[in-house]
T-cell receptor
């Protein structure tokens, strides 16, 4: 079965640069979630979108923004990168935003130097 | 969101049954209990979800007592490949579906 696709899988950036992470949800899924997992930490919710509208917001820095497009894929834009942004970024998708199971992608590992 | 408490770590041997208990004293009426498994550097993987009593699927069972203040994930006959972090999550299913991960349980399975 098709899974959540994330690209790139690995990304190296320098401080103050920008990065764009992409997420392609499971076909027919209309809800996308972004999570950040720092080294040795538990995943932390950043933001979610349902039917192309932001549905919930967590601990996402103001330097980050995200959107969901008409084909339901989502992009997380990160600017003025800091060393502390180095982490695994996971995208998850679900069909609906009312408690349906979330399926996670393989993640993007971002390293900020 | 209800806070959850799990053991930080557990050790087991191949072939044994492993039971991981999660406490969630403040669980709300609408909350479901969901367990995820995570291997290093991989995305969490859904294992099982339940509301009350017992739920079983091909990989695990979930036991929830009547008061729902705790739940137990049961993994039958674990193998080395079950070594992972297991997260218990409690959340409302009526909207605002973000998952709040607490500190999971690191299960280590040995020969």
């Amino acid at each position: 079965a098709a899974g959540v696709i994330q690209s790139p899988r690995h990304l190296i950036k320098e401080k103050r640069e920008t990065a764009t992470l992409k997420c392609y949800p499971i076909p027919r899924h209309d809800t996308v979630y972004w999570y950040q997992q720092g080294p040795g930490q538990d995943p932390q919710f950043l933001i979610s979108f349902y039917e192309k509208m932001q549905s919930d917001k967590g601990s996402i820095p103001d330097r980050f923004s995200a959107q969901q497009f008409s084909d339901y894929h989502s992009e997380l834009n990160m600017s003025s990168l800091e060393l502390g942004d180095s982490a695994l970024y996971f995208c998850a998708s679900s069909l609906g935003d009312t408690g349906e199971t979330q399926y996670f992608g393989p993640g993007t590992r971002l390293l900020v130097l | 969101l209800a806070k959850t408490t799990q053991p930080i770590s557990m050790d087991s041997y191949e072939g044994q049954e492993v039971n991981i208990t999660c406490s969630h004293n403040n669980i709300a009426t609408n909350d479901y209990i969901t367990w995820y498994q995570q291997f290093p550097s991989q995305g969490p993987r859904f294992i099982i979800q339940g509301y009350k009593t017992k739920v079983t699927n091909e990989v695990a069972s979930l036991f929830i007592p009547a008061d729902r203040k705790s739940s137990t994930l049961s993994l039958p006959r674990v193998s080395l490949s079950d070594t992972a972090v297991y997260y218990c999550l409690v959340g409302f299913t009526g909207g605002g579906n973000k998952l709040t991960f607490g500190t999971g349980t690191q299960l280590k399975v040995e020969l």
